[in-house]
């Protein structure tokens, strides 16, 4: 007799306990006028990964300040967001959020 073994055990605790979440995040070059929008399960490895002039995209525009990092539970509606951020009217939002606080001497990733 021949017993299957799974490679998973049925309950699986780390999607229960250890849920993925979505960020959402936007970054603003401190050398040029520029404002990046990006989606990640782990934002805070993206963001250094903009920082060092991995990604071809934003590797003109290091180094960068955080402006938001946004939080969701699926990606349907974190997506939603940076789509949203992405538009014309989100930019204006960013562009908004970056001035207020280059006014009272913010730099732009402190909350």
């Known amino acids: 007799m021949r017993v299957r073994v799974s490679p998973r055990p049925f309950f699986d605790r780390d999607f229960i306990f250890n849920k993925i979440m979505f960020f959402v995040y ?39 300040d955080v402006l938001v990092v946004e939080k969701f539970s699926t990606r349907p509606e974190a997506r939603q967001r940076e789509k949203y951020l992405k538009s014309g009217c989100g930019k204006e939002y960013l562009k908004k959020i970056r001035a207020e606080k280059q006014s009272i001497g913010l730099p732009a990733g402190t909350s």
């Open 26 to 64: 936007a970054i603003n070059s401190l050398v040029k006028n520029y404002i990046y929008v990006g989606l990640s399960e782990n934002a805070d490895r993206r963001i250094a990964e903009h920082n060092a002039g991995s990604e071809r995209t934003t590797k003109p525009y290091v180094p960068f």
